[in-house]
């Protein structure tokens, strides 16, 4: 019989903990060597005290395991159980923190954390973080989940429920290596004071599913969602430090960071940010509505790249969450001032009663936008908006090209920005305005708009106040009241447009007929649907200043002056002379 008892139990004891002979553990006695085995397997919290039943006090507890936890060990909350702590857990080793089991906060914890770091390579996995009562406090410290304060710190797999702060890489020192991947942050909280409550400053200094400074970091494969009449700040956010930064810990100017294939759901004020990076993405992002502000932040970012991200765009007039701030409501919305930034292939999809910009620009008096490039990326609204697709008033001199922009108000916009444009081949589609450009007089604003179409617009293309405006190569179709609108320029070029209703319409300066200003450089050729009625005067082709002899002549060149005779010049000078096409007299500048 003893012998049958004892091949059952080391049938139990294999299929529990395995062949006592492949254990690894050191020991003199099967208890040693059980005692070491275990141990090297993992602390459970439950050995030292802890009931894990939700409504016992385990801190101490779990403090005692973590002493006698070794470095480079397991520590263990056991899969089924609640273990309620009353002040932050403080892991100081490097170690896994593991198991299944649910970790939640008990009365008094509005301004702590569940768990802090301050041991490089910490690893929290598969465990589950409540805050059941949504405890919070507008000011003083924030309660949270997780505060990191140490590097190459992970959290994977992990379920957070109700925080006010889910993951944060604290901003006392600027860590590094931090890896935030495949977690469900679900019912998060704000501290704002809501839609309704336009004054209240609160809620722009915590709120945050997921917030690292620092550097080096990932935020990936996430889902963050805002429980429903919450004000929160961000779903996911990532911030480098200033470079002057008294202690760094370590020195690290390159602040490079990822956030890529996360989704973001609900009342955020901001679902993704990019604050003061150097190098970095944000990319294959979905953004699924609900944002207050903006589905998509980037402020002060250097040498990145923000593509393939899926943005809705929900909010409506009537949220006033965090209004006293004063945002500008977008979906994407560049701040104070970037270098070398792309912002491509993505998809932005307003809703009907959204209230705000597609993609909006500015500068805060800290510097400017230069080196942007806006890509590949579709913007889609109801025709009828009032609403703006590009508003890239904020950028130096960007490039603008093969975006399809349908829906808006105006299309594309610039206002009163001092530099210039340069755009091609972009797509703009049943707008009020597909493109509307305003500098300011005598400044030197160069704009390029090049290849690609205007349709179903009441006004294919307006300019105001541009100093230098090459238009070449664009398609109009279906334009109600003129393809181009120009005021006041000092040279203009016009070449290669066609419109296939045959109807297109040129007004410059608020006239659509008349003769050509003289004092000013204007070559505009005639082209199929685009037989524009303006003229040159006679003084034009006489005079050997002029601007039609001084810029912009070639050989071949046909004009028509007031009298509707037709001219061609015989050469590319100053004084070449003009042919008459119609049997009239020829003409030699002078």
Not at 18 to 32: M, P, Q, R, V, Y
Not at 131 to 144: C, E, H, I, S, V
Not at 277 to 288: A, F, M, R, T
Request: aromatic share 10%.
């Amino acid at each position: 019989m003893s012998n049958i008892f004892a091949s059952a139990m080391n049938k139990q004891v294999n299929a529990k903990i395995g062949e006592l002979s492949n254990f690894k553990a050191t020991g003199n006695s099967i208890i040693e060597k059980l005692l070491s085995e275990f141990t090297d397997r993992g602390i459970n919290v439950r050995w030292f005290g802890a009931k894990g039943d939700g409504i016992k006090d385990d801190t101490q507890a779990i403090k005692d395991a973590i002493s006698s936890l070794s470095e480079n060990g397991t520590l263990i909350f056991p899969s089924g159980f609640t273990f309620k702590i009353s002040s932050t857990i403080v892991i100081n080793k490097k170690c896994l923190v593991t198991g299944g089991g649910k970790i939640i906060n008990s009365a008094g914890m509005q301004n702590s954390y569940h768990f802090e770091t301050t041991a490089d390579g910490i690893r929290f996995n598969n465990l589950i973080m409540d805050n059941p009562d949504m405890l919070k406090a507008q000011t003083g410290g924030r309660q949270g989940a997780i505060n990191i304060k140490s590097n190459y710190v992970s959290v994977s797999n992990c379920y957070f429920y109700r925080m006010l702060q889910g993951v944060t890489q604290a901003s006392s020192g600027e860590f590094v290596g931090a890896i935030v991947v495949n977690n469900f942050f679900l019912e998060h909280i704000g501290a704002g004071d809501g839609a309704l409550n336009e004054t209240s400053s609160y809620g722009e200094d915590r709120g945050d599913a997921v917030t690292l400074w620092g550097a080096g970091s990932m935020i990936i494969g996430n889902y963050a969602q805002c429980m429903v009449g919450q004000d929160a700040r961000i779903a996911f956010h990532a911030e480098g430090y200033p470079v002057n930064l008294t202690n760094p810990n370590p020195a690290r100017d390159n602040k490079d960071f990822v956030i890529s294939g996360n989704i973001a759901v609900g009342s955020f004020r901001r679902h993704f940010v990019f604050e003061d990076l150097w190098n970095g993405i944000i990319s294959g992002n979905v953004s699924y509505g609900g944002a207050t502000w903006w589905n998509m932040c980037i402020v002060q970012a250097k040498n990145c790249r923000f593509d393939n991200n899926i943005l809705n765009f929900t909010r409506e007039a009537t949220d006033k969450s965090g209004a006293s701030w004063n945002p500008v409501y977008s979906a994407i919305v560049m701040m104070n001032h970037s270098n070398g930034v792309t912002v491509s292939n993505n998809q932005i999809l307003m809703s009907d009663n959204a209230a705000g910009k597609a993609f909006h620009s500015q500068i805060l008096n800290t510097g400017v936008h230069v080196n942007t490039r806006l890509e590949g990326n579709t913007l889609i609204h109801k025709t009828g908006s009032t609403l703006r697709g590009l508003d890239i008033t904020g950028l130096t001199n960007p490039i603008i090209r093969d975006n399809l922009v349908n829906g808006f108000n105006q299309g594309i916009y610039s206002f009163k920005n001092s530099k210039g444009a340069y755009l091609s081949n972009n797509h703009v589609d049943s707008c009020t305005t597909g493109y509307y450009f305003e500098g300011n007089p005598n400044d030197d604003y160069q704009l390029s708009i090049v290849n690609g179409a205007v349709l179903n617009t009441p006004t294919g293309l307006t300019v105001q106040n541009i100093d230098d405006v090459k238009i070449t190569g664009i398609d109009f179709k279906n334009i109600s009241t003129y393809d181009l609108n120009i005021w006041t320029y000092k040279v203009l070029i016009v070449d290669g447009i066609t419109n296939t209703d045959g109807n297109g319409k040129l007004r410059l300066n608020g006239n659509t007929t008349g003769t050509f200003n003289t004092a000013v450089a204007t070559q505009v050729d005639s082209t199929v649907g685009f037989n524009h009625s303006w003229k040159h005067n006679s003084t034009a082709l006489s005079s050997a200043t002029s601007s039609l002899n001084t810029w912009g002549k070639y050989a071949g060149k046909i004009v028509m002056d007031s009298t509707n005779q037709i001219y061609m010049s015989s050469g590319g000078t100053a004084t070449s002379v003009w042919v008459n096409m119609s049997a009239g007299t020829n003409v030699t500048p002078a």
